[in-house]
Nanobody, 127 residues
Framework: QVQLVESGGGLVQAGGSLRLSCAASGRTFSNSVMGWFRRAPGKEREFVAAISWTGRTTFYADSVKDRFTISRDNAKNTVYLQMNNLKPEDTAVYYC????????????????????WGQGTQVTVSS
């Protein structure tokens, strides 16, 4: 059974930082694109960041560029999201996602291109 388990969420003041982790089990994602998405209250799920299987190529939503950094450790089957200079509008449930198709980076920002999802971790940024 494939599982993605997020951790690291919490409550932080504006301007603060959090580091999210996503640990995968049941399947290796070392050859797959991994992504982070989020859903704010009353809003649609949106793309946050994605990373290629090597970790050398990363993609970000404009709203988080220069503040968030996605990375991965394939030896640990884990992907991370370092979030700096957090803003109240970053408040959301953050989800880790993994592609089922190997070496496929097409439409990395599309949620329906990801086959595996975590349960989500809440991030709340107070003003």
């Amino acid at each position: 059974q494939v599982q993605l388990v997020e951790s690291g969420g919490g409550l932080v003041q504006a301007g603060g930082s959090l580091r999210l982790s996503c640990a995968a089990s049941g399947r290796t994602f070392s050859n797959s694109v991994m992504g982070w998405f989020r859903r704010a209250p009353g809003k649609e799920r949106e793309f946050v960041a994605a990373i290629s299987w090597t970790g050398r190529t990363t993609f970000y939503a404009d709203s988080v560029k220069d503040r968030f950094t996605i990375s991965r450790d394939n030896a640990k089957n884990t992907v991370y999201l370092q979030m700096n200079n957090l803003k109240p509008e970053d408040t959301a449930v953050y989800y880790c996602a993994g592609r089922g198709v190997k070496y496929d980076i097409y439409k990395y920002e599309w949620a329906d291109k990801y086959n595996y999802w975590g349960q989500g971790t809440q991030v709340t940024v107070s003003s």
